[in-house]
């Protein structure tokens, strides 16, 4: 039960209450419903066929590799040579990638925002979840929060705007990145003076590094109550595939959804989608910045 003394929520939150019925009808726009063209995933399971390590392939290493049939395999491969994506060896009946392969990497945006690689699946978490997600980095002495997601039957959180900054010690997606500092810039922000957003954020230095150390080990953070009374979260890190926290991933919403079995069922679809995304910036390297990301 929100205190008396609390922030009027409905003064900052409008409730979505549904949509209409006809949109309901209308098919996803991220091509989810559409129906994919097998053809094309067999190529590119046959181009993915190739590495550093194995640059040469026979026509039946590369079936097996495919999964596919030798006729199927034959066929493809061909096609892709006569496109120039394939070169093959004749008279050793071995195929290899083709230069022209280079051509395409170099027409890859030179700076590209991470809010734009990751935000599909970032718009699937807010429908899933039916919550506001939070997409947020590491600022000089605050998080900043890069994207926002709002799905149709979420509670509209304006708290945190896009390229406004939250302190380090409040909020869960500001947690994870706190928790996620060095040793030294940890005990720097500790000795720092902490100010409380509500009567529940933690300012009190041991009490932070304690919440910290649960951070580190849970591998996710709660806040509850302590950015708006009455407002609650669930955060984890986004990272690349040595381990570096690219960003923190967080859903919001009315406190009593972080309870028991509803804290755990958002757990599970926010781990879920942490682990899809991580499939497209494991290439990524820090440090991000709301600008542009490094590959």
């Given at each position: 039960?929100?205190?008396?003394?609390?922030?009027?929520?409905t003064d900052?939150?409008?409730?979505?209450?549904?949509?209409?019925?006809?949109?309901?009808?209308?098919?996803p726009?991220?091509?989810?419903?559409?129906?994919?063209?097998?053809?094309?995933?067999?190529a590119?399971?046959?181009?993915?066929?190739?590495s550093?390590?194995?640059?040469?392939?026979?026509?039946?290493e590369?079936a097996?590799?495919?999964e596919?049939?030798?006729?199927?395999?034959?066929r493809l491969?061909?096609t892709l040579?006569?496109?120039?994506?394939?070169?093959q060896?004749?008279?050793?009946g071995?195929?290899?990638?083709?230069y022209r392969?280079l051509e395409?990497?170099q027409?890859i945006?030179?700076?590209?925002?991470l809010?734009?690689?990751?935000?599909a699946?970032?718009?699937q978490?807010?429908?899933?979840?039916?919550?506001?997600?939070?997409?947020?980095?590491?600022?000089?002495?605050?998080?900043?929060?890069?994207?926002?997601?709002?799905s149709?039957h979420?509670?509209?959180?304006?708290?945190?705007?896009?390229?406004?900054?939250?302190?380090f010690h409040?909020?869960?997606?500001?947690?994870?990145?706190?928790?996620h500092?060095?040793?030294?810039?940890?005990?720097?922000?500790?000795a720092?003076?902490?100010?409380?957003?509500?009567p529940?954020?933690?300012?009190d230095?041991?009490?932070?590094?304690?919440?910290?150390?649960?951070?580190?080990?849970a591998?996710?953070?709660?806040?509850?109550?302590?950015?708006?009374?009455?407002?609650?979260?669930?955060?984890?890190?986004?990272?690349?595939?040595?381990?570096?926290?690219l960003?923190?991933?967080?859903?919001?919403?009315l406190?009593?959804s972080?309870?028991?079995d509803?804290?755990?069922?958002?757990?599970?679809?926010?781990?879920?989608?942490?682990d899809?995304?991580a499939?497209h910036?494991?290439?990524?390297?820090?440090?991000?910045s709301?600008?542009?990301?490094?590959?």
């Amino acid at each position: 039960m929100i205190d008396s003394d609390a922030v009027l929520i409905t003064d900052d939150i409008k409730l979505k209450e549904g949509v209409l019925a006809d949109s309901l009808l209308k098919p996803p726009r991220d091509g989810r419903s559409l129906t994919r063209v097998r053809a094309v995933s067999r190529a590119i399971a046959i181009l993915r066929c190739f590495s550093p390590d194995q640059p040469f392939l026979t026509l039946g290493e590369i079936a097996k590799k495919a999964e596919l049939d030798a006729g199927t395999t034959r066929r493809l491969l061909i096609t892709l040579r006569d496109e120039g994506l394939i070169w093959q060896k004749y008279h050793k009946g071995l195929y290899c990638l083709s230069y022209r392969m280079l051509e395409l990497t170099q027409s890859i945006p030179g700076r590209i925002a991470l809010q734009d690689l990751i935000g599909a699946s970032l718009l699937q978490l807010s429908k899933d979840s039916g919550m506001t997600v939070y997409l947020s980095i590491a600022g000089e002495s605050e998080a900043i929060c890069l994207a926002r997601y709002l799905s149709e039957h979420a509670i509209d959180i304006r708290w945190w705007s896009e390229g406004r900054g939250m302190p380090f010690h409040c909020g869960a997606g500001p947690k994870i990145l706190l928790a996620h500092f060095d040793e030294e810039q940890r005990q720097n922000y500790y000795a720092s003076e902490l100010v409380p957003m509500t009567p529940k954020s933690i300012v009190d230095p041991v009490r932070l590094k304690h919440e910290v150390k649960i951070i580190r080990k849970a591998g996710y953070a709660i806040g509850m109550d302590d950015v708006a009374l009455g407002l609650s979260a669930l955060g984890m890190p986004l990272c690349n595939e040595n381990g570096d926290v690219l960003a923190a991933v967080s859903i919001a919403g009315l406190s009593p959804s972080f309870k028991d079995d509803e804290r755990r069922r958002l757990h599970a679809i926010l781990k879920q989608a942490i682990d899809n995304m991580a499939e497209h910036v494991c290439k990524i390297k820090t440090p991000i910045s709301p600008g542009e990301i490094n590959f």
